[in-house]
């Protein structure tokens, strides 16, 4: 399961403009079709004017063609149609005729919803109308079950969010999501303003299974809250960046909700006695744990060392779990990091890392399954990843960019790990040819040890 992934539907501009176009298109064919044959059937001299009755049937089977091709198609079909359309387009099309407004005003249709509110000044992305939303939670709010909200860098649609939430006090909603496209921007909301518009949805929605607030100054009394109405129900909850929760609001969560199984936080948050208290009897057997490491101020924290022990606790009490790491620090800040046995599995570099500090995954994460270096600089990898190689045997997918390998380390890290890499993204300018291959030769080699065609990547796929 993709750690972080929401059962919303999204589709793109392109794509909505592309049905809107073959809608139209196939309307503007139908109507000129019938157009030429009544020119033709009333024009031409040389053809016998047929009798009122046959003109009638030519017409009738004409007009059942229309609509055996759109006004009868069945409503589930019109429904998966609408389903992928703008707000806009979907009321337009609701007028073309009696099914499709019937469609319209199911309540299906109106259970996933992601609306975005964006300033024309600072966003280049179209925004959902406000007036629109505001029709569509007052008629629609006992139907929703699945909302987000995307906001820009703009506290403006923050706080635009944070009204609509107020709003939603007559439904029952299984998934929120508040989501920043670019600067968290909900973190120059008032806390008291964003803390009462989210204690709505968590005190009249009993069913939330799945929620993301990350970047937002959700609290630990907002967090009591949703556990006195959602216990039952919540299964993913996702708060990295979220500076006004502790560790007593994440002990909160796992005391009472024992359906959680995926925890997204910041490493920040993360100790010894927090890992501790989340391996005891009573707590959640979690499935996934996500944990951002985000440097806040680049070169002057210091990040603290999680002891082995309290790992070993952790995976005790949940041996399935996947721990997953996502890295944004700088290669100066990674001292704390790996330097016992780490239980992670998913390994993600979004900046430069270490030489050194890949040298010790190698040594100390047996448990690693995935990892994305995006960036490392211009000293070789070839120790590390066949290190790695060597040491890591559940490992399956490999993402590098921005980092040298040599041809020769890399064909034999393939050797190494063989037909279990499922995965293997390299960028094409990651490999260094050296004496025994050149960047012609080596898709040859490396194919042959998975077992499939293999050839390095011109853009990245993570």
Same mark, same amino acid.
């Given at each position: 399961m993709d750690v972080g992934e929401y059962p919303m539907a999204a589709v793109t501009s392109c794509g909505s403009f592309r049905v809107n176009c073959n809608l139209e298109a196939s309307f503007r064919m139908k109507r000129n079709s019938l157009s030429v044959v009544n020119k033709?059937?009333?024009?031409?001299?040389?053809?016998?004017?047929?009798?009122?009755?046959? *003109?009638?049937? &030519?017409?009738?089977?004409? #007009?059942?063609?229309v609509l055996v091709d759109w006004g009868s198609l069945p409503h589930h079909v019109v429904l998966r149609i609408f389903q992928y359309l703008p707000l806009i387009d979907r009321a337009r099309a609701s007028s073309v005729c009696r099914k499709w407004n019937e469609v319209f005003h199911i309540p299906d249709l109106w259970r996933k919803f992601e609306f975005e509110l964006n300033q024309s000044a600072t966003s280049y992305f179209k925004s959902t109308h406000p007036d629109l939303i505001q029709q569509i939670i007052k008629k629609h709010a006992t139907h929703l079950q699945y909302v987000s909200f995307k906001v820009d860098s703009s506290t403006e649609s923050a706080e635009a969010a944070c009204d609509m939430l107020s709003q939603l006090v007559n439904c029952s909603l299984q998934t929120l999501g508040l989501i920043s496209t670019a600067k968290p921007s909900f973190m120059n909301v008032s806390k008291s303003h964003f803390v009462s518009a989210l204690t709505v949805v968590f005190v009249n929605s009993k069913s939330l299974s799945s929620i993301k607030i990350e970047d937002t100054p959700v609290d630990d009394p907002s967090l009591k809250i949703l556990v006195a109405n959602n216990s039952d129900t919540l299964r993913l909850l996702k708060m990295s960046s979220c500076p006004h929760v502790s560790s007593d609001g994440i002990l909160c969560?796992?005391?009472?909700?024992?359906?959680? /199984?995926?925890?997204?936080?910041? *490493?920040?948050?993360? =100790?010894?006695?927090?890992?501790?208290?989340?391996?005891?009897?009573?707590?959640? /057997?979690?499935?996934?744990? /996500?944990?951002?490491?985000?440097?806040?101020? @680049?070169?002057?924290?210091?990040?603290?060392?999680?002891?082995?022990?309290?790992?070993?606790?952790?995976?005790?009490h949940s041996p399935g779990v996947n721990v997953v790491m996502y890295f944004f620090l700088y290669e100066e800040e990674f001292e704390a990091f790996f330097r016992e046995e780490t239980p992670v599995t998913n390994l993600y570099f979004g900046r430069s890392v270490s030489k050194a500090a890949l040298g010790r995954i190698g040594l100390n994460c047996p448990r690693l399954i995935e990892l994305v270096v995006c960036a490392n600089g211009l000293?070789? &990898?070839?120790?590390?990843?066949?290190?790695?190689?060597?040491?890591?045997?559940? $490992?399956?997918? &490999?993402?590098? =960019?921005?980092?040298?390998v040599s041809c020769s380390a890399f064909v034999d890290f393939v050797r190494r790990c063989g037909k279990r890499l499922?995965?293997?993204?390299? #960028?094409?300018?990651?490999?260094?040819?050296?004496?025994? *291959?050149?960047?012609?030769?080596?898709?040859?080699?490396?194919?042959? *040890? $998975?077992? /499939?065609?293999?050839?390095?990547?011109?853009? @990245?796929?993570?």
């Open positions: 033709i059937v009333q024009s031409s001299p040389a053809v016998k004017q047929p009798k009122v009755g046959f *003109y009638s049937s &030519l017409s009738h089977t004409h #007009m059942h063609t969560i796992a005391d009472h909700c024992q359906g959680l /199984r995926e925890l997204a936080l910041n *490493y920040y948050i993360l =100790s010894d006695e927090l890992l501790l208290a989340l391996s005891s009897e009573t707590h959640v /057997r979690l499935e996934h744990l /996500r944990i951002d490491v985000v440097s806040e101020n @680049p070169g002057q924290a210091e990040f603290h060392t999680i002891k082995k022990q309290s790992w070993d606790a952790l995976i005790k000293q070789t &990898l070839d120790d590390e990843l066949i290190c790695i190689a060597e040491c890591c045997k559940n $490992l399956t997918a &490999l993402g590098l =960019s921005e980092c040298e499922t995965h293997l993204s390299i #960028m094409e300018d990651v490999l260094i040819p050296d004496g025994n *291959y050149n960047l012609d030769e080596i898709h040859t080699e490396v194919s042959k *040890y $998975l077992g /499939r065609i293999w050839f390095p990547d011109v853009l @990245p796929i993570w």
